[in-house]
């Protein structure tokens, strides 16, 4: 295509998209370093009229042992969840590549939890694991005994309870992920490692898995990113609680945000979170690049 | 070592038979070629040799064990894909000492036997890279290795050469030739390129939806196939095929069609009715005859050895005449020709042949 | 062992393995359904009801409708006819979508066939997206409020645009880099304009995937909650904020309704999901899957 063309394009579309996303995103910024750096309460005034103090706010919030635990659960809620689904969504995807009687079925039925409103699953899922629910009577038909977990107002309990929600609610999209790497995989060199002798095991290490690398790192750094940040379904289902047992990153900002209002802290934290994430995406983006490259690399045909 | 037996083989999927009732038997150290146009079962019989399909009847020994309920692994087999199916993902050298790891070789072994296959094949400096970054004969040669260095006992191979282009083919196929001359083992191989099978068959096997048409040596499937199906894939270019009738005259029988009035001799009684003549291009003769059959020059391709004639004598389909290059004639010339040389061949209205 | 006996022993396995997480998946929505059709006096008891005696749709009467039935149970509740927020969700889930899909479409093809956009700065917008929202829900807040775009149409639907483009951009992408360019060049030979070519050959071609592309969008800006909820006072609240908002002063949750409620805003997404069920990967694989 012309040279020209492409020039034009560029500059005519660029900025249609490029302006909104700025004068979005720059005040956000600006917003959000304001805010750490002066102290403001709502009902004091104006923002604009808000006292400079510097770092004050960050010395504040980096010495706030509740900042560093929800960092900590959402690391911990984010990474096992994401495991979790990644071993269920894999097994299910491993299950299904070949075609069988229900398999079209199945894989409807399978992709449904994907497909609910975030806050309808915590609800649900509240109805499900209140004290006199249906999941403590199952629990009590199975093991004899009468069991009375609350399973989101006691701490260790709340906290498995919101990782089972999130591995509910998103293995569907490991899942699909994972069958479309299986089904696109290559046939012939799997036939090739059987006629060869390798066993099934030797073939799924040997091939299968290094094949479906990039496919499995994209799911697992989507996953964590979007787990990071999961906020409906903990915030309806435990508010963070018993105490703040549950109380994940997004869960704290909320709550300094809007039931503290303490504007200021949550500016600083969310700024500090930002510039995690940040570093955590920064490094997301040169995994995938590479993964990307070395599966075009497989693929090429040299002339 | 391996003498392959299938005995009353079918395969079926979900309702269309793409085998049935085979019976053939794969001496020890030939080389077999399972020809036949795209859907006439042959790979399919080929991957349940293999094991990679699972046969709906019948049985499959190799060596005299039946084989049916064994795992492709452990059919002591080798098989080289149309798409040679080279681990993207290894090197070359992890590619070929896959097989010899599967078996838990010793390391150093290892390393001796893939350099020695790879010597033998002339891949010895692709050993480092991927498969992606190889030609195609070069990835060609690097399947072959794959297969070579676990020492099978059979080899299998898939239309091996179907998507290189013509010249790569042409060595490549010289190349396997010498393969199975030094190696002394069978070689079983399906194409559906006929010159490919006349060139590197001890035997053919001819196969059509499903069934086996024919088998013999090239030479027999040449100048004594069995039915029209046969002759006509055969050759090229192909068999001249015209309609006509066979009528007895007290002079003995002829071929009657057309311009052509065709005495047959030394041909078995048949009945009058209608027949359809074979004549291979390269019986008709253009050059100096006398007393002929007229008919008129439509095309000519000089192909360099040989000038191809297209000739009108008067039917729906062209007769095609294989003419010497120094023969000189142009299109819309009237010409004569008769046969000479090679034989004539009667089919009957099925395709079987006659006499 | 046979290899036949060995397949089927194998494909027993598989169900039953497939038909335990099943049984995980459906139970939830099984409850969920059951509990729409349950009386008040069903909604707390122990043991839990299971199967409603007598199924009534008295609950979606109240939540949809807004008809005052069963307060002799549930007393204190605020009901609020969903239909404002219906229609909330309509406009603002379909513009958002449409100006994400249209945006998306311009910048796609510009970096597909004019590589405008390296494939780096393609990954940095993905990754734009994965932050999570409630790190820029405050400043976002305090921005709108400033600009008097607090509790607005356009302030939503702008958030939502910008949050999508990314998905919208790399799906679209996915669909027109399957378009042979030769095909746009053999229209250009024949004297077609950039513009006609775009209209009359590449976009009849990509249709299925630009409706798809929109559905998979639609269903990202109907079920957001958190910048709805932020961003919403009375004006523009969305589905999903309406649904937070069945709670009983005393009762705590009201199940039934909320369920009723729960089960009209998410069955539309399921319908849209199961249609579009072949391209979910598509938007989001991100050319980690060979084609």
Redesign the interface.
């Known amino acids: 295509?012309a040279r020209g063309?492409?020039r034009r394009?560029?500059w005519t579309?660029?900025p249609?998209?490029a302006v909104?996303?700025l004068f979005?995103a720059a005040?956000?910024?600006?917003?959000?370093v304001y805010?750490s750096l002066h102290q403001w309460t709502a009902y004091l005034g104006d923002?604009w009229e808000a006292d400079f103090v510097g770092l004050e706010n960050f010395a504040e919030v980096l010495a706030d042992e509740r900042f560093y635990w929800s960092l900590a659960r959402s690391l911990i809620f984010a990474g096992a969840s994401t495991v979790l689904c990644l071993v269920?969504g894999f097994?299910?995807a491993y299950?299904?590549r070949e075609p069988?009687r229900g398999r079209g079925l199945?894989?409807?039925?399978?992709?449904?939890?994907?497909?609910?409103?975030?806050?309808?699953?915590g609800?649900?899922?509240?109805?499900?694991l209140v004290e006199?629910?249906?999941l403590n009577?199952l629990l009590g038909w199975i093991t004899g005994h009468e069991i009375r977990v609350s399973w989101f107002a006691e701490p260790i309990p709340a906290f498995l309870s919101i990782i089972f929600i999130e591995v509910?609610n998103w293995t569907p999209?490991v899942f699909?992920?994972m069958l479309?790497?299986l089904s696109?995989m290559p046939k012939e060199p799997i036939e090739a490692a059987r006629v060869l002798g390798a066993n099934p095991l030797q073939i799924f290490f040997q091939i299968e898995l290094p094949l479906l690398r990039?496919?499995i790192?994209?799911a697992l750094i989507?996953r964590f990113?979007?787990a990071?940040?999961?906020?409906?379904k903990v915030w309806?289902l435990t508010r963070g609680g018993p105490g703040s047992y549950t109380e994940t990153?997004?869960v704290y900002?909320?709550i300094t945000?809007w039931q503290h209002f303490n504007?200021s802290k949550?500016?600083t934290v969310?700024y500090l979170?930002?510039i995690i994430?940040?570093a955590i995406?920064?490094l997301?983006?040169r995994v995938?690049?590479r993964?990307?490259r070395a599966?075009e690399a497989l693929?090429r045909r040299a002339p | 070592m391996a003498e392959i037996r299938l005995v009353k083989l079918r395969k079926e999927f979900r309702g269309t038979v793409a085998v049935q009732d085979m019976n053939l038997q794969i001496k020890e150290g030939e080389f077999l070629v399972l020809v036949g146009p795209s859907g006439c079962g042959k790979t399919t019989t080929l991957r349940m040799i293999a094991g990679l399909e699972?046969a709906s009847s019948g049985e499959i020994s190799i060596d005299g064990r039946p084989a049916n309920?064994l795992?492709p692994g452990q059919r002591n087999i080798g098989m080289v894909f149309q798409n040679l199916a080279l681990f993207p993902h290894k090197t070359v050298y992890d590619n070929i000492a896959f097989g010899l790891r599967v078996k838990k070789v010793a390391p150093a072994d290892i390393r001796v036997q893939v350099e020695q296959v790879a010597r033998t094949m002339h891949i010895t400096h692709l050993l480092a890279k991927l498969p992606a970054q190889c030609s195609g004969g070069e990835a060609q040669r690097v399947a072959l290795a794959r297969t070579l260095v676990t020492n099978p006992s059979a080899f299998l191979l898939d239309e091996p050469l179907s998507n290189l282009d013509a010249k790569l083919r042409k060595e490549m196929r010289a190349e396997i030739d010498a393969l199975h001359n030094r190696l002394s083992k069978t070689f079983v191989y399906v194409t559906h390129d006929q010159e490919e099978a006349m060139t590197l068959a001890d035997r053919i096997v001819v196969m059509r939806d499903g069934r086996i048409e024919q088998v013999g040596t090239p030479m027999e499937i040449y100048s004594e196939p069995v039915n029209q199906f046969v002759a006509s894939f055969f050759g090229s270019p192909a068999m001249n095929l015209i309609p006509g009738e066979a009528r007895r005259t007290p002079g003995g029988l002829r071929f009657a069609f057309g311009g052509l009035d065709i005495p047959l001799d030394g041909v078995a009684p048949i009945p009058d009715g209608p027949v359809t003549l074979g004549v291979r291009p390269e019986s008709v003769r253009l050059d100096g005859v006398t007393g002929g059959y007229r008919a008129r020059v439509t095309l000519v391709e000089p192909l360099g050895k040989e000038s191809l004639v297209y000739l009108d004598h008067g039917a729906e389909r062209l007769l095609i005449a294989v003419a010497d290059p120094g023969f000189r004639t142009e299109e819309g010339a009237s010409v004569e020709f008769d046969f000479h040389g090679g034989r004539l061949y009667l089919f009957d209205p099925d395709g079987r042949r006659l006499g | 062992m046979?290899?036949?006996t060995r397949r089927k022993l194998g494909?027993v396995a598989?169900y039953v393995?497939?038909g335990l997480?099943?049984v995980?998946?459906?139970?939830?929505?099984f409850?969920?359904v059951m509990?729409s059709l349950k009386p008040p006096y069903e909604w707390?008891?122990?043991?839990?009801t299971?199967i409603p005696n007598p199924f009534t749709l008295n609950n979606y009467r109240v939540a949809w409708f807004g008809e005052l039935l069963d307060t002799q149970y549930v007393q204190s509740a605020s009901i609020q006819t969903p239909f404002h927020a219906l229609v909330n969700s309509l406009f603002i889930a379909g513009t958002s979508t449409a100006l994400s899909v249209a945006?998306g479409l311009?910048?796609a093809y510009?970096a597909s066939?004019?590589?405008?956009l390296s494939?780096?700065t393609l990954?940095?917008l993905l990754?734009l997206r994965?932050?999570?929202?409630?790190?820029?829900?405050?400043?976002?807040l305090?921005?709108y409020a400033?600009l008097g775009l607090l509790d607005t149409y356009l302030g939503l639907i702008?958030?939502y645009?910008?949050s999508t483009?990314p998905y919208a951009l790399w799906m679209t992408k996915s669909f027109i880099d399957e378009i042979p360019?030769e095909v746009e060049q053999a229209a250009e030979l024949f004297g077609a304009s950039?513009l006609r070519t775009l209209w009359e050959v590449v976009l009849p071609l990509i249709r299925s995937g630009v409706v798809a592309t929109f559905l998979f969008i639609l269903?990202l800006t109907?079920?957001e909650?958190?910048l709805a909820v932020t961003l919403s006072a009375t004006n523009i609240s969305t589905?999903?904020v309406q649904?937070?908002k069945?709670e009983g002063a005393t009762e705590g949750?009201l199940?039934g309704w909320?369920?009723a409620m729960?089960i009209g805003?998410?069955v539309p997404?399921?319908a849209?999901?199961?249609a579009i069920?072949r391209h979910?990967?598509r938007g989001?694989?991100?050319?980690?899957?060979?084609?």
């Open positions: 295509m063309h492409g394009y560029k579309v660029l249609v998209v909104p996303v979005l005040p956000i910024i600006f917003f959000q805010f923002w269920i097994t299910l299950l299904m069988f199945f894989y409807l039925l399978f992709i449904t939890p994907m497909l609910i409103v975030p806050i309808a699953i609800y649900n899922f509240e109805m499900l006199k629910g249906p009577q509910w999209f699909i992920l479309a790497g696109g990039p496919v790192v994209l989507l990113l979007e990071l940040g999961e906020y409906p309806s990153m997004p900002l909320y945000s504007i949550a500016a969310s979170v930002l994430v940040a995406v920064y997301c983006i995938l690049l993964e990307k599966l693929y | 699972e309920d795992e | 046979t290899r036949r494909a598989r393995v497939l997480w099943l995980i998946v459906l139970f939830p929505l409850w969920s509990t707390f008891t122990w043991p839990p299971w945006l311009l910048l510009g066939r004019y590589g405008i494939e780096r990954f940095r990754m994965m932050i999570p929202p409630i790190v820029v829900a405050v400043p976002l305090l921005y400033t702008t958030i645009v910008v483009l360019i950039r269903i109907w079920s909650y958190l589905l999903p649904l937070s069945y949750r199940y909320q369920q729960a805003v998410t997404l399921i849209i999901g199961y069920h979910l990967v989001f694989s991100f050319g980690m899957l060979k084609r």
